[in-house]
T-cell receptor
């Protein structure tokens, strides 16, 4: 099993600013995924980065992975009010299953 | 189907009642997970299936919780003699393969309220 721990717990920014969230984990991974959860809904898969990748982009999202530090970051550029949600990282072990989620980062984007 | 479907969307149960929550994963997805999420918390792992085999049920909080996936597709999470502390959102997720090489797809969850 593998748990991701997100930091900070909460983040409040103005619309248009960038938001950075961090994730740390403990053991070797196969890949690491980031998810978003709007209040009262299921988790939505945002982006997956493999252990042999260092950076990945998808639209306004940028994910970095540093396997030597066992950490990842999610950057949302030019944030919008609609980005208000909780964000979770999910590191997946080699061998795969039982991903354990942390408490997430609650992002609030003020219009 | 196109996504993971969970039913019912909402369930109110009287304390002591049995409930059954259903998950329809994406067709062909090998792996299926159940998570429990309390308000303001992250999802807590309950159990994991690879096809019809339940490979890990270490997260089930008590023997009142039981999950099955008899034909390797639809899964049911059953909670017997519900208690107030069982009130939570129950999330189901599936992935194409055992190593989640393209990530998990989550359903919208079943919100269970025990009164």
């Amino acid at each position: 099993s593998q748990q991701g721990e997100e930091d900070p717990q909460a983040l409040s920014i103005q619309e248009g600013e960038n938001a950075t969230m961090n994730c740390s984990y403990k053991t070797s991974i196969n890949n690491l995924q980031w998810y978003r959860q709007n209040s009262g809904r299921g988790l939505v898969h945002l982006i997956l980065i493999r252990s042999n990748e260092r950076e990945k982009h998808s639209g306004r999202l940028r994910v970095t992975l540093d396997t030597s530090k066992k950490s990842s970051s999610l950057l949302i550029t030019a944030s919008r009010a609609a980005d208000t949600a909780s964000y979770f990282c999910a590191p997946t072990n080699t061998g795969g299953f039982k991903t354990i989620f942390g408490a997430g980062t609650r992002l609030f984007v003020k219009a | 189907g196109a996504g993971v479907s969970q039913s019912p969307r909402y369930k109110v149960a009287k304390r002591g009642q049995d409930v059954a929550l259903r998950c329809d994963p994406i067709s062909g997805h090998v792996s299926l997970f159940w998570y429990q999420q309390a308000l303001g918390q992250g999802p807590e792992f309950l159990t994991y299936f690879q096809n019809e085999a339940q490979l890990d049920k270490s997260g089930l909080p008590s023997d009142r919780f039981f999950a099955e996936r008899p034909e390797g597709s639809v899964s049911t999470l059953k909670i017997q003699r519900t208690q107030q502390e069982d009130s939570a959102v129950y999330l189901c997720a599936s992935s194409l393969d055992a190593s989640a090489s393209i990530g998990y797809t989550f359903g919208s969850g079943t919100r269970l309220t025990v009164v």
